[in-house]
């Protein structure tokens, strides 16, 4: 699997997983969620993608 998607695969579990929180937050926090949502999928990833998306690094393993 490529790294680009795996950075597409833990985007989309991003996603499901904030639609999920949603079904137990009060109406304010869903309101604030679905903002934060709405930029991830409004702006361009290729302009974001360095600056706030957090992926751990794949092809390494941590030393122990």
């Known amino acids: 699997m490529s790294k680009k998607t795996k950075i597409m695969k833990a985007m989309d579990e991003c996603v499901v997983n904030a639609c999920e929180q ?3 937050l009060n109406p304010e926090d869903r309101f604030h969620l679905l ?11 290729s302009e974001e993608i360095d600056d ?13």
């Open 35 to 45: 903002c934060e949502m709405g930029e991830w999928m409004y702006n361009p990833l």
């Open 22 to 24: 949603m079904k137990s």
């Open 52 to 64: 706030v998306l957090m992926v751990p690094d794949f092809g390494e393993k941590e030393a122990a």
